[in-house]
């Protein structure tokens, strides 16, 4: 990634810097990754490298390719950023605060999203670009300068992650190198909406990280409507695809399902998410709708949301419920891309 003739720091790993950089002492690769993974931004304050160095990397390369040009902060302490790219585009970041604390970044990996999901913001926008893994990483260097060290990183913000997988595979790479941030890859999630072929492929070639699939629904012909995802990879091949991640990685996959008022919460929906869930390593995540002005669904009623969470339980499903955050900035699941615009900033996706 490159704003004109620069390179962006971010997006490198330390021998790419040496390389790039035409550095004779291969050491100052991991010196100046090291400082870049600590979230520093001026080139004067890498205090272990020679003036001549520091002016040869101000000549050469930026520590950030991207900007910041909104804060939203919700009272509930859900942070979104609306971010800048080098070519007029902007994405989304947010960070949420759970309970006990723990902070976790939720990134976006492309610039708007081509899935079209029926209840999500993002899908309206349609799909710009990938990112690159310095416009990844950058967004959780962002969010540990405004919040301190953050505990977990989530690929749920805009965009599907299955089709940025390199890219995604790159910024996990630098995110968890030894000599830089060294974020732990157990505090890694993806959410895909259910691309078949990812999943296998993430299982195979890695890396080893949590995997979240986006269900909301496992009725095909409701699903084929919710989701056109589905129509290229039915329910029945992406249940195979689940539980060969699981069997492979060890790791226990999260079913997520965004609950829609009297679409999804019957006791039938609730049956046919029982019957997908049974005999494969998963747990389920429901998450009541939040509301999007110009969608045709409205938000399940707390009766309803208990009624379904009860359904499941009963049948031995281990089910979590998603509380509500970051509604007011339009920061929460299914809302990036709502444009906010108090920053005077325009819209948040330029299509080419």
């Given at each position: 990634m490159s704003e004109g003739q620069l390179v962006a720091l971010t997006g490198l790993l330390p021998e790419e810097i040496s390389l790039q950089l035409n550095l004779s002492q291969s050491f100052r690769g991991k010196q100046i990754f090291k400082w870049v993974g600590s979230g520093i931004k001026d080139f004067d304050k890498m205090t272990n490298l020679s003036l001549d160095l520091r002016n040869q990397l101000k000549e050469k390369s930026v520590l950030r390719s991207t900007t910041v040009s909104n804060i939203l902060k919700d009272p509930d302490g859900t942070i979104k950023l609306q971010i800048s790219t080098f070519d007029g585009n902007a994405v989304e970041t947010v960070l949420l605060t759970d309970k006990e604390g723990r902070k976790t970044a939720c990134v976006s990996c492309q610039v708007g999203c081509a899935m079209k999901c029926a209840f999500c913001q993002t899908g309206t926008l349609g799909l710009a670009r990938n990112l690159e893994a310095s416009e990844i990483v950058e967004q959780f260097l962002y969010l540990e300068e405004i919040a301190g060290k953050l505990d977990n990183i989530v690929f749920m913000g805009m965009g599907e992650p299955m089709q940025n997988l390199e890219g995604i595979r790159k910024a996990i790479k630098i995110l968890t190198h030894?000599?830089?941030?060294?974020?732990?890859g157990r505090r890694i999630?993806?959410?895909?909406c259910g691309?078949?072929?990812g999943i296998y492929d993430l299982a195979d070639n890695g890396p080893l990280i949590r995997l979240a699939v986006s269900l909301t629904?496992?009725?095909?012909?409701?699903?084929?409507?919710l989701m056109p995802i589905n129509k290229g990879n039915p329910l029945s091949e992406l249940r195979k695809a689940i539980d060969y991640y699981a069997k492979k990685t060890g790791k226990r996959v999260t079913l997520e399902a965004a609950l829609l008022h009297q679409v999804n919460t019957s006791s039938e929906s609730a049956k046919e998410l029982i019957d997908f869930a049974k005999n494969i390593d998963v747990n389920v995540n429901l998450i009541p709708w939040n509301p999007i002005e110009t969608l045709p669904f409205t938000e399940p009623s707390n009766n309803e949301v208990r009624n379904f969470v009860k359904l499941l339980e009963n049948e031995g499903i281990n089910v979590t419920l998603r509380t509500k955050r970051g509604r007011s900035i339009g920061g929460a699941c299914g809302q990036l891309g709502k444009n906010v615009n108090t920053s005077g900033q325009g819209t948040l996706c330029s299509r080419p």
């Open positions: 030894k000599d830089g941030r060294a974020l732990s999630t993806l959410s895909t691309v078949i072929k629904t496992a009725n095909e012909e409701l699903r084929n409507q």
